[in-house]
């Protein structure tokens, strides 16, 4: 018997944010952290700190190890440490790697290239050390900062000459030494120039992003091929700090912005707050500041993108307005479906074979990432993306396991497929997986898969959960859908051949609900409606294809009294299928919105749709108001329910959760303008300005200048005025500039023109 649950219902809707559940065991991966130019003579703190936030984030189950890099030029040797990772006894395989070459990183003095480096690193990687398992094995993950984010991606080239592809390739403001960085003294009293290989991103890499800032020097760089983010500004974390201003050749360089990044990272790692790198503290402060809506204080970037967190890489979103989307950081392949272009690298030494992908559906229903319900007889069908170097032929294996570490027990190989030499191309298989009826419900396992030709291995878990959830042939999960838009899905619950569908609210509007039922055999008799024992209504069936609809009967409506509604099919096996539909009564406030005495506009939008005032809105519903001044006026107030916003003069208000009927107004007022002007002996030049922005005062009464960008957020202020003051506008990007002078009790304002 196999049946099939279809349902249509007929509605308005609104939608909310899913997240997916996070994987009861995680792990399975390699994590290689890497350092940058250090003159400290010691590992950096933020690295362990790091590492043991990411072994904290996969559970708290994993293992760290170091790579120290020592010598001298043309005589580098690396040693490891602390690598008895003892995986054979682990639930866990997840790795964190530390790149500690601290000792040869300041080329002031030692004239050792990034490549260098890399060229001892590498081997480490891909070959076995105290006859532990070998990391190549798992999927990888480099990230790494400053020189080392450069570093990472001539490592990652020379794994691909071994055929080994890299998962994903993180830099945090990198930085290679070119010839316009600060050089050692020439030989033979100095090493000389060091020059790093410059940055691209080889096609073995399947996913690049990059977090850099263009704030102070050392400055970070865009790359192509890269997911980038880029921050103009960094305040706080380690401005907050002392210790971290390098004289270098006689020059004094603040590098609290370029570390920054790292903490910035950090703190997509570890969600709390505060939170700490050992060097420096992200506060609550630093991730208003730092993270825009759409990255949630930390939560959606960075990390999020990682092996442990599985977040989507080949998302079309721009996480900030006009910049990247984030699929543009993954491999353009055909077969891969990123936007990411990839420079070629020489495959002619490769000896390896990697898994890229794996998708995995029932039914063409996908699986989410994270936790999925699967029974008896359901058949998993599983794409996979490979490379096969070596001349060849692999095959894959796909393995039931009930943890995320291939080197310990796992429960049953269930299915192969070969996987053919192809040189460098990338290609696809299929392999088709049939749950036998062997499990008991509850049971949790993981789908491992292995690539191998039978001298070297590599292994790749499918970012999901499956619960097994019963033993005989029963019906899997239905789907409610809106025209082609997917609103909900029915879903088993813990009592056998109960199916649950899952909040229905009262604005939702619903006035009909059909139900397909698709067996060999129902009973096709009109089926009674429950709701707290009393018949609510019937579900009538229409006489063809096992449909059935419901219209409730008088006087029982849709109506927001009602919490649950259950109705009962009979199978062929006389099985008792309850259907459960859950209503939810959501409180619903009017939102209304106008400007003050005219001068501009006001406009609102709940994240989905434009408002129009009046608007009927649910509750917690987050709404963003837009204010637009016209020419020479800017927002003077804001008001909500006629109490005045305070600190805020921008032309943004956001409403958070909304939780009552609202009324916001705006008020605009002119703008004081003097430009390239004389007023009462006070001027300003060059107005428009390329950088510097020169003020003269005849007078000792200036107590503050305060520069706003047109959002009203004040970017630069002066205090303790003298007659002559200048202010560097250079890093700001083009645009206009509101620059308020306080004069006693007077406040002048007038507008600056960046170019």
Same mark, same amino acid.
């Given at each position: ?72 030029? +043309? ?9 008895? *990772? ?23 003095? $030692?004239?050792?290239?990034?490549? =260098? ?31 080392? +984010? ?35 003294? /020439? ?10 290989? #410059? ?52 020059? /004094? ?22 939170? $700490? ?12 500041? @730092? ?9 959606? =970037? ?81 794409? *996979? ?51 036998? /009826? ?13 690539? $191998? ?92 294809? /096992?449909? @059935?609809?419901?219209? #409730? ?203």
């Amino acid at each position: 018997m196999k049946i099939k649950f279809l349902f249509f219902i007929f509605l308005m809707f609104s939608t909310s944010l899913i997240f997916s559940q996070v994987l009861e065991k995680q792990g399975a991966g390699v994590t290689i952290i890497v350092h940058g130019w250090n003159p400290d003579n010691a590992q950096p703190t933020w690295m362990q700190e790091m590492a043991d936030a990411i072994i904290t984030r996969s559970g708290n189950n994993g293992h760290v190890a170091t790579i120290t890099v020592t010598g001298t030029e +043309g005589n580098l040797s690396a040693s490891v440490s602390d690598w008895n *990772f003892d995986l054979i006894n682990a639930n866990n395989a997840e790795i964190v790697i530390l790149v500690n070459w601290t000792a040869v990183s300041n080329h002031l003095t $030692t004239g050792i290239t990034a490549q =260098e480096v890399a060229a001892t690193v590498a081997p480490i990687i891909y070959q076995s050390q105290n006859s532990q398992q070998i990391l190549a094995t798992l999927p990888l993950h480099l990230i790494g900062h400053s020189r080392g +984010g450069g570093m990472v991606f001539e490592i990652a080239r020379l794994l691909g000459l071994q055929g080994i592809d890299i998962d994903q390739v993180t830099a945090l403001d990198p930085h290679p030494l070119t010839t316009a960085d600060p050089q050692g003294v /020439n030989p033979p009293l100095g090493p000389g120039q060091t020059i790093d290989a #410059p940055i691209s991103v080889y096609e073995n890499i399947l996913f690049t992003d990059v977090y850099y800032q263009n704030i102070e020097y050392p400055t970070g760089q865009y790359v192509t091929g890269a997911f980038n983010r880029l921050w103009t500004s960094l305040p706080g974390g380690y401005h907050n700090e002392s210790g971290y201003t390098y004289s270098i050749l006689g020059t /004094n360089y603040d590098f609290s912005d370029h570390l920054n990044i790292i903490l910035m990272y950090h703190g997509t790692i570890d969600l709390a707050t505060p939170v $700490t790198n050992g060097e420096a503290t992200m506060t609550q402060t630093e991730r208003n500041a @730092w993270f825009n809506t759409y990255e949630t204080q930390g939560e959606i =970037e960075g990390f999020y993108y990682s092996h442990n967190i599985w977040g989507d890489k080949k998302s079309t979103d721009n996480p900030v307005s006009g910049g990247d989307q984030i699929i543009d950081g993954y491999h353009n392949n055909i077969l891969l479906g990123g936007n990411g272009t990839r420079t070629s690298i020489n495959w002619a030494s490769a000896s390896w074979l990697s898994i890229l992908e794996v998708e995995s559906s029932i039914n063409t229903n996908v699986f989410s990432v994270g936790h999925n319900n699967i029974q008896a007889g359901d058949v998993i069908s599983t794409d *996979f993306t490979y490379r096969n170097v070596p001349y060849n032929n692999g095959i894959v294996n796909v393995s039931f396991d009930n943890d995320r570490n291939p080197y310990n027990a796992y429960i049953s190989e269930i299915s192969s497929s070969n996987a053919p030499e192809n040189g460098s191309t990338i290609s696809s298989g299929n392999v088709n997986i049939t749950i036998p /009826n062997t499990f008991t419900v509850g049971d949790k396992f993981y789908l491992k898969f292995e690539i $191998t030709d039978g001298s070297t291995q590599r292994f790749m878990y499918a970012p999901y959960e499956l619960e097994f959830t019963n033993s005989t042939t029963t019906p899997t999960a239905g789907t409610l859908t809106f025209a082609t838009t997917d609103l909900g899905t029915l879903t088993r619950t813990a009592t056998n051949n109960v199916y649950e569908l899952g909040e229905i609210t009262s604005s939702d509007n619903l006035t009909s609900l059909i139900i397909e039922v698709i067996d060999d055999n129902i009973n096709t008799s009109n089926i009674n409606v429950m709701y707290n024992g009393n018949v609510q209504g019937q579900m009538i069936y229409t006489g063809s294809n /096992n449909i @059935w609809q419901f219209n #409730p009967t008088a006087p029982f409506n849709w109506s927001v009294g009602i919490n649950t509604l259950t109705t009962q099919f009979v199978d062929n096996d006389s099985n008792l299928l309850d259907i459960i539909v859950n209503f939810t009564y959501k409180q619903m406030y009017d939102v209304t919105f106008n400007v003050e005495n005219s001068n501009g506009s006001l406009s609102a939008t709940d994240g989905t749709s434009t408002l129009t005032s009046p608007a009927t809105l649910e509750i917690d519903s987050n709404i963003t108001f837009t204010a637009t001044p016209d020419a020479n006026y800017e927002v003077k107030e804001w008001k909500i329910n006629n109490a005045t916003v305070s600190n805020n003069a921008s032309t943004e208000l956001v409403i958070d959760n909304l939780a009552e009927n609202t009324n916001v107004t705006v008020e605009f007022e002119l703008i004081t303008s003097i430009e390239n002007i004389n007023v009462n002996d006070y001027s300003i030049y060059p107005n428009p300005t390329s950088g510097i922005i020169n003020f003269k005062f005849t007078e000792d009464s200036v107590q503050q200048i305060a520069i706003s960008d047109i959002t009203g957020k004040i970017i630069i202020k002066k205090t303790n005025i003298n007659q002559n003051e200048n202010i560097d506008l250079s890093n700001f990007t083009a645009g206009i500039y509101i620059a308020k002078i306080q004069i006693n009790n007077d406040v002048l304002t007038t507008k600056i023109i960046k170019k």
